[in-house]
């Protein structure tokens, strides 16, 4: 059966690690706890603002990963022509070290926007940070799907639902689909990456249900 894990919410503490919250339902999977933390490790180094967070266990190890986002500012990292602002979003991926008792970074997404004059985002798309373990392998893939867009028009956002198994990325890539009244619209085109293309028919079933899901943008 394919595992699809909704976080449980919970307060966690500053320590390197976290207590798992306990489920009003029983849950069907038996090996990890999934849970959606509030606060991080004093150690881990990130941008931006934190949107989420999720703790879990699997046969890899102890895993946090998170999403952030800076909103739309001005930043030196990049030239402004333009005298145009910036948005960037990030996410990252850290594994515990019994070893080293430290968490190292075993991933990190970044994309951006910068020197925009005219209407900007870059931000990730509500309800599509997920944690899962769809093939049942034990190891666990981690989803995360965000648009980005400079424009003074209604033109389509760019559109992406990146996932990791491990240390494997997989991309998808194309624009939202803008809906212009009850019989016209346009956009909606996406594109696998090879990883999703020769890999597993479940990735792409669930990458194809969350654009599908989040893919209309209407104006009023």
Request: proline fraction near 2%.
């Amino acid at each position: 059966m394919k595992k699809i894990i909704s976080p449980i919410i919970c307060v966690a503490s500053l320590l390197f690690m976290f207590s798992p919250c306990k489920a009003k339902e029983k849950s069907d999977i038996e090996d990890t706890t999934i849970t959606l933390i509030n606060s991080l490790p004093k150690e881990l180094v990130y941008e931006g603002k934190v949107k989420e967070a999720i703790n879990w266990a699997d046969k890899e190890g102890k895993h946090i990963a998170f999403i952030t986002e800076t909103g739309i500012y001005v930043s030196e990292k990049f030239g402004h022509d333009n005298d145009g602002a910036d948005a960037e979003i990030f996410a990252y991926h850290y594994l515990f070290n019994e070893k080293t008792d430290r968490h190292e970074l075993k991933w990190k997404i970044y994309d951006y926007i910068s020197d925009c004059p005219v209407d900007i985002a870059a931000n990730f798309i509500e309800n599509t940070f997920k944690v899962t373990d769809l093939d049942n392998n034990g190891i666990h893939e981690v989803w995360v799907m965000y648009q980005k867009v400079c424009h003074g028009d209604v033109s389509p956002f760019e559109m992406k639902v990146i996932m990791y198994e491990g240390n494997t990325k997989y991309a998808m890539r194309g624009e939202n689909k803008i809906q212009l009244s009850d019989n016209e619209s346009f956009g909606g085109e996406y594109k696998f990456d090879n990883n999703f293309t020769k890999g597993k028919n479940v990735f792409r079933e669930y990458a194809r249900k969350i654009w599908s899901d989040n893919i209309m943008v209407k104006w009023e």
